[in-house]
């Protein structure tokens, strides 16, 4: 009989350490979808900025820590290069975030775990 409760114990601990590991892994996921959906939302002030400015305005650009002076003409395309990879990024992550929330739905029901809030 003891047997019988040492196991059921375990396996409670191995599903409560399971459950811990998918809650952690979404968890920083959205992290990151936040992380990104920032610098997105940057990158999209920056341009909307730096748009209705003349091609030769000089303007600096931050790259790998230093300050690099550029013009208006040059940094816009690298605006919209580096905006449309973060976008890729980001649907990438959104992608990911689904399947792992579908994939710990999926546990969950397979085994029998309700969450309780306090």
């Given at each position: 009989m003891a047997a019988n409760q040492d196991a059921a114990v375990r396996k409670q601990q191995d599903l409560q350490a399971q459950?811990?590991?998918?809650?952690?892994?979404?968890?920083?996921?959205?992290?990151?979808?936040?992380?990104?959906?920032?610098?997105?939302?940057?990158h999209k002030l920056v341009t909307?900025?730096?748009q209705p400015l003349p091609d030769d305005r000089k303007?600096?650009?931050l790259i790998n820590g230093v300050l690099v002076e550029r013009t208006v003409k040059d940094v816009l395309p690298a605006l919209k290069t580096n905006s449309?990879?973060?976008k890729q990024v980001l649907e990438e992550l959104v992608k990911q975030y689904k399947s792992r929330q579908d994939e710990m739905d999926k546990w969950k029901k397979k085994n029998n775990i309700q969450v309780v809030q306090n």
């Open positions: 459950y811990n590991n998918h809650k952690t892994a979404l968890q920083i996921l959205a992290q990151k979808v936040g992380e990104i959906e920032q610098e997105i939302e940057e909307d900025t730096l303007c600096f650009r449309d990879g973060l």
